[in-house]
């Protein structure tokens, strides 16, 4: 069973500032995912990646599968960025397993 | 292009009764899978189901859940004679089936229980 480890837990920072969070998993995978759900809301994929990099918009996603661990940056934040950032692995065809998510805040 | 719909956005019940929540994938996919969300805890995997068939129900409780997908219509998440601890947010999601393609998730129903 795969172990899904997130940090930081929680994250508060200034509008404009560079934003990192990390993911790292114990077993092998096909595919991470990166999710954003805003308070009482849906859920949003934001990348599906199996190796590399990934960029859309402000957002970049990068994996290293040999060190088991991917990361999701945000580039000029902004409080609309305000929202939980979820890691979850698994293929295309199987149920995701999930990390417990990070919430994040960006103060104006 | 219609998203992965769920129905109801909410649900309230009382202990005992029957709760049924609704999935309608996005057009073109076969494969659905339900994931609880229970207060301040992450997302867990359910189960996982083709058209006609579960094939992994791994994650659902042993007693009082039950899921379809069938032939025609939507998905069905049927949980019996509702407890308290049943409270949470369900969402469903879906996608081809194919290892390359991300899973496209509703906006989740939330279930109250009274």
């Known amino acids: 069973k795969n172990e899904v480890e997130q940090s930081p837990q929680n994250l508060t920072a200034q509008e404009g500032e560079f934003i990192t969070i990390n993911c790292s998993y114990s077993?092998?995978?096909?595919?991470l995912h990166w999710l954003q759900q805003h308070p009482g809301g849906g859920i949003v994929s934001l990348f599906m990646?199996?190796?590399g990099k990934k960029k859309h918009g402000r957002l970049i996603a990068t994996i290293n599968i040999q060190e088991k661990h991917s990361s999701l940056h945000i580039t000029a934040s902004h409080p609309r960025d305000s929202a939980v950032y979820i890691c979850?692995?698994?293929?295309?065809?199987?149920?995701?397993?999930f990390g417990k998510g990070t919430h994040l805040i960006i103060q104006p | 292009n219609a998203g992965v719909m769920q129905n109801p956005r909410h649900l309230v019940r009382r202990r005992g009764q029957e709760a049924r929540l609704r999935c309608s994938p996005m057009?073109?996919?076969?494969?659905v899978y339900w994931y609880r969300q229970l207060p301040e805890e992450g997302l867990k995997f359910m189960v996982y189901?083709?058209?006609?068939?579960?094939?992994?129900e791994s994650g659902m409780p042993k007693e009082r859940f039950s899921a379809e997908f069938p032939k025609e219509g939507p998905s069905i998440l049927r949980i019996q004679q509702v407890v308290r601890g049943d409270s949470a947010a369900y969402f469903c999601?879906?996608?081809?089936?194919?290892?390359?393609?991300?899973?496209?998730f509703g906006d989740g129903t939330r279930l109250s229980i009274l």
């Open positions: 999601a879906s996608s081809p089936g194919r290892s390359n393609q991300p899973q496209h």
């Open positions: 077993v092998g995978i096909s595919a």
């Open positions: 990646l199996s190796s």
């Open positions: 979850a692995v698994g293929g295309g065809a199987d149920g995701l397993t």
């Open positions: 057009k073109g996919h076969s494969h």
């Open positions: 189901l083709q058209k006609e068939n579960i094939i992994d």
